[in-house]
């Protein structure tokens, strides 16, 4: 079997609590190494090969963004992330122009999500160098060029074609796929509604490879959570010396993604004076970057999702009508995944295959009752969930073949769906106080014998039963499986 190195990440931060924290949340998948400035932290990067820095922003000495300005001059392959607990559109400004950072995560930062920011980053880093010893490498003819991005382009729509979207054979989903195969043709508006994690780029994605536009590029703009000046400078660009930290002209995304598509993100977060602005060029369909008075003409298709429910924002007050109007020419609601539950074997067998392919990690598949813990789990994350649940199972893994017991308590516990009526009398809406305890009874045992893999006798002795007693209790909830 091949093995591979791990990634190798440096947390650059003067607060001791701080890295002793970064370094316990990344130990898990990569060598992490630490530094409490910047001076130790240029020590370390003379002596280690890194492929993603993640450092504090304020600290005594050099600023972070300074720090990594002067790594981005010797290590420009060095994927490069700003830690922060302030977020002062200033910093981030100058950290994107001056100090090529990838990412401003701001604190507090969760777990799962960090760890998910640095695989991309480290990846990144990854294919950077990949692409700089292939161009060493290579001298390509501008025919060999055209020839490459040619098959790229096609592996993309490839991809993306609405017939490749996994799902099972009755999906809600076949429906929407109708629709957006009906839609994705003409140049009209998208809002793409849903819960987070459901799918909604993807399905942007699918809308612009399968339309007229599908030569020319889509774009991509996470709207949350973003200052408005950084929002307009990312959209609209900016000229040099329009604000502080402006060195350069900058092309904003609407000019960028001219003649394709321009996919909005968490469109529901944007302000109500940025609502006004955006309003604007896509009512005159021209842009005015920062700091200039001419404005440029921009020919762009507008796909926007969001998790919130704008019908009802609009009636709040919070976003304005004739702006929804805009972008809601046509509606996709994507269902939670809980509401397909006959697409989570199929996604569940996609996201593996991807996953043995990254891992170089092959395995025959999932044990059936596996697949029947993940098809009762609501999976408020909905398919992102997924996909990190199938990936965290292959990489525990020891045998051929993906069992319950590797699956994260969280979703070990979810009740069968016969159990319904047991769990609203386990949530005390009915039921004597001895149901309500043999309904926890059952609950208990059954996510014991799974973690065991039914051994009763493991399992016997975690609850302080006799093999008779557990038997017994066995034979009167109904629980004698043959999942051994």
């Given amino acids: 079997m091949l093995t591979h190195t791990r990634p190798t990440v440096l947390c650059v931060d003067d607060e001791i609590r701080s890295l002793e924290t970064l370094e316990r949340t990344l130990d898990e998948e990569f060598n992490v190494l630490t530094a409490s400035d910047a001076d130790q932290a240029m020590e370390l990067l003379e002596q280690h090969d890194v492929q993603a820095i993640l450092c504090d922003q304020r600290m005594p000495g050099k600023t972070g963004v300074e720090f990594l300005t002067d790594v981005r001059q010797r290590w420009p392959q060095t994927a490069r992330l700003i830690l922060s607990g302030y977020t002062d559109s200033e910093d981030i400004i100058k950290g994107l122009n001056e100090a090529g950072i990838l990412q401003y995560i701001t604190k507090p930062w969760h777990p799962d999500n960090l760890l998910?920011?640095?695989?991309?980053?480290?990846?990144?880093?990854?294919?950077?160098?990949?692409n700089e010893l292939l161009a060493m490498?290579?001298?390509?003819?501008?025919?060999?060029?055209?020839?490459?991005?040619?098959?790229?382009?096609?592996?993309?729509?490839?991809?993306?074609?609405?017939?490749?979207?996994?799902?099972?054979?009755?999906?809600?989903?076949?429906?929407?796929?109708?629709?957006?195969?009906?839609?994705?043709?003409?140049?009209?508006?998208?809002?793409?509604?849903?819960?987070?994690?459901?799918?909604?780029?993807?399905?942007?994605?699918?809308?612009?490879?399968?339309?007229?536009?599908?030569?020319?590029?889509?774009?991509?703009?996470?709207?949350?959570?973003?200052?408005?000046?950084?929002?307009?400078?990312?959209?609209?660009?900016?000229?040099?010396?329009?604000?502080?930290?402006?060195?350069?002209?900058?092309?904003?995304?609407?000019?960028?993604?001219?003649?394709?598509?321009?996919?909005?993100?968490?469109?529901?977060?944007?302000?109500?004076?940025?609502?006004?602005?955006?309003?604007?060029?896509?009512?005159?369909?021209?842009?005015?970057?920062?700091?200039?008075?001419?404005?440029?003409?921009?020919?762009?298709?507008?796909?926007?999702?969001?998790?919130?429910?704008?019908?009802?924002?609009?009636?709040?007050?919070?976003?304005?009508?004739?702006?929804?109007?805009?972008?809601?020419?046509?509606?996709?609601?994507?269902?939670a995944l809980e509401k397909r539950a006959m697409d989570?074997?199929?996604?569940?067998?996609?996201?593996?295959?991807?996953?043995?392919?990254?891992?170089?990690?092959?395995?025959?598949?999932?044990?059936?009752?596996?697949?029947?813990?993940?098809?009762?789990?609501?999976?408020?994350?909905?398919?992102r969930e997924l996909q990190n649940e199938i990936r965290r199972m292959l990489v525990l893994a020891e045998d051929e073949w993906l069992s319950a017991d590797l699956l994260s308590p969280r979703v070990l516990r979810a009740a069968p769906v016969e159990e319904t009526q047991e769990t609203e009398v386990l949530a005390g809406l009915d039921g004597t106080l001895k149901e309500r305890i043999e309904t926890l009874e059952k609950r208990i045992l059954r996510e014991t014998l799974i973690r065991h893999r039914w051994n009763k006798s493991q399992a016997s002795r975690e609850l302080g039963l006799s093999r008779v007693g557990l038997r017994s209790k066995l034979e009167r909830y109904g629980l004698n499986k043959d999942f051994h």
């Fill in 344 to 383: 989570i074997p199929v996604l569940a067998q996609s996201f593996l295959e991807k996953a043995e392919t990254q891992f170089s990690k092959p395995v025959k598949g999932f044990t059936d009752e596996a697949l029947d813990c993940m098809s009762r789990y609501c999976w408020p994350g909905n398919v």
């Fill in 116 to 130: 998910l920011i640095m695989r991309g980053a480290c990846r990144l880093s990854e294919l950077q160098n990949e």
């Fill in 137 to 335: 490498e290579m001298r390509l003819t501008e025919d060999q060029a055209e020839h490459n991005i040619s098959q790229k382009k096609q592996r993309l729509q490839q991809a993306f074609q609405l017939d490749e979207i996994r799902r099972g054979a009755n999906s809600p989903l076949n429906s929407l796929c109708e629709q957006a195969a009906k839609i994705a043709p003409y140049d009209v508006s998208v809002l793409i509604t849903g819960p987070s994690g459901a799918g909604k780029e993807l399905f942007a994605r699918a809308l612009h490879y399968n339309s007229l536009r599908t030569e020319r590029p889509f774009v991509v703009e996470n709207c949350g959570a973003m200052p408005d000046e950084l929002l307009a400078s990312e959209l609209f660009g900016h000229k040099k010396g329009s604000f502080t930290g402006a060195i350069t002209d900058h092309v904003g995304l609407f000019e960028q993604a001219d003649g394709g598509t321009i996919f909005l993100d968490e469109i529901g977060e944007i302000s109500p004076a940025f609502q006004v602005k955006l309003l604007r060029v896509l009512q005159e369909r021209e842009v005015r970057r920062l700091g200039e008075h001419q404005r440029r003409k921009v020919n762009v298709r507008v796909v926007a999702s969001t998790n919130r429910d704008l019908e009802e924002e609009v009636r709040a007050g919070r976003f304005r009508q004739d702006l929804y109007f805009r972008l809601a020419e046509v509606t996709l609601e994507l269902p």
